[in-house]
């Protein structure tokens, strides 16, 4: 295998085993968001058992002899010379690191918002069960027992009456 087709093959192989589906399912919310992340699974397995097998062999040698032998040594030596003379160009990898710091940023990005989120998401679960309490005691309350709990509202009000706004 050549040296690139090799470290392509060996880094792919690496990362099938750094990669966290099963964490990374858990993350979906939609049915529709399972299917895509099913279809990336499918096709990275597939282009990882390419690179493991097709891609990691080495062609195997030509016999020149038994070509020499049918044909005739002078144009076998002729192919013989032509196809060493060819020279397989080197693969240079110029998208990775052109790519790599935006994953990486986009990567921080990501972080970010999940905490966000999830910083959001329990105030919301606060102010939901907030909301049910005040359901539930909305009947039986009075109000200067919702002023106790919302003291900015009761300000409001008194600067309302005070100023003689009534809202109209």
Avoid: C
């Avoid at 240079?92 to 959001?120: C, I, M, N, R, W």
């Amino acid at each position: 295998m050549s040296g690139p087709v090799k470290k392509a093959a060996d880094i792919a192989f690496k990362a099938s085993r750094t990669i966290d589906w099963d964490g990374m399912a858990k993350l979906l919310v939609s049915d529709e968001a399972r299917k895509e992340f099913a279809n990336l699974r499918r096709a990275f397995d597939d282009v990882n058992s390419q690179l493991q097998t097709k891609f990691s062999q080495e062609p195997e040698p030509i016999d020149w002899e038994y070509y020499r032998k049918g044909i005739g040594s002078r144009l076998v030596d002729m192919y013989k010379e032509a196809y060493e003379s060819i020279e397989v160009p080197k693969f240079v990898d110029t998208v990775t690191p052109q790519y790599k710091p935006k994953f990486d940023a986009l990567l921080v990005e990501l972080k970010e918002a999940e905490e966000k989120s999830h910083k959001e998401s329990e105030r919301l679960e606060k102010e939901i069960v907030e909301v049910q309490e005040l359901k539930k005691k909305i009947s039986t309350m009075t109000a200067d027992e919702y002023f106790e709990k919302h003291p900015e509202l009761k300000k409001k009000f008194d600067d309302e009456i005070r100023n003689d706004y009534w809202g109209y």
